[in-house]
């Protein structure tokens, strides 16, 4: 990896910790892609909910 992508994956990283800080400190969640591709909704008590293509809309 070069310098810039190991720099550009740390920022990405810190941006994902200071999110689940602030649902935290909000008392909200977090939604976010896994690596087996999967949308999930991960809340500040730790739990961790799969999303399906109906949690997408809004109406």
């Not at 990896?1 to 800080?21: C, V, Y």
């Not at 008392?27 to 999303?51: D, F, L, N, P």
């Amino acid at each position: 990896m070069t310098d810039l992508t190991q720099d550009l994956a740390k920022l990405i990283r810190l941006t994902g910790d200071r999110a689940k800080l602030d649902a935290k400190a909000n008392g909200t969640y977090v939604v976010y892609k896994t690596t087996e591709g999967q949308i999930v909704r991960e809340y500040s008590t730790g739990k961790i909910e799969k999303m399906n293509e109906q949690d997408f809309t809004h109406e």
